[in-house]
Nanobody, 125 residues
Framework: QVQLVESGGGLVQAGGSLRLSCAASGRTFSRFAMGWFRQAPGKERELVAAISWIGGSTYYADSVKGRFTISRDNAKNTLYLQMNSLKPEDTAVYYC??????????????????WGQGTQVTVSS
C-alpha cells in the first residue's frame, strides 16, 4: 500500500503562485509513475500533469502549459506541482496519484491505483 498526502493548497489572488506537495509513504521503495489531477465543482476530474519514475518525462494539460511545473524528489518520496500565474479557472481540488511498478508517465486516470485526499486551491479574481 502507498499513502499519499497533499499539502500546499490555499487561497491566492489571480496571478499568484502556489506550490503543492504530495508526500508518499508505505511501499515507497517501489518504482511508480505519478500525476496531479484536479476537479472543479460540477466538472469531471482532469489530468493536470504527469511525470515518469525518474522524472525525465513530463506531460501537461494544454490549460497549464507554461504556468505549472511538475517535479519529484524520490529521495524524499515527494511529488511537487509549482503553479504560477494562477487564474480563477484553476480553482479546484487537486489530487496526487500514483501507479506502482511503472516507470513511464501515465495520463489515464483509471490506471492510477493510489490517490491522495486532495487539497483545495482557490484563485480569486
Amino acid at each position: 500500500q502507498v499513502q499519499l498526502v497533499e499539502s500546499g493548497g490555499g487561497l491566492v489572488q489571480a496571478g499568484g503562485s502556489l506550490r503543492l506537495s504530495c508526500a508518499a509513504s508505505g511501499r515507497t521503495f517501489s518504482r511508480f509513475a505519478m500525476g496531479w489531477f484536479r476537479q472543479a465543482p460540477g466538472k469531471e476530474r482532469e489530468l493536470v500533469a504527469a511525470i515518469s519514475w525518474i522524472g525525465g518525462s513530463t506531460y501537461y494539460a494544454d490549460s497549464v502549459k507554461g504556468r505549472f511545473t511538475i517535479s519529484r524528489d524520490n529521495a524524499k518520496n515527494t511529488l511537487y506541482l509549482q503553479m504560477n500565474s494562477l487564474k480563477p479557472e484553476d480553482t479546484a481540488v487537486y489530487y496526487c496519484a500514483a501507479r506502482q511498478n511503472t516507470i513511464v508517465l501515465i495520463t489515464r486516470s483509471d490506471l492510477y491505483n493510489f490517490w491522495g485526499q486532495g487539497t483545495q486551491v482557490t484563485v480569486s479574481s
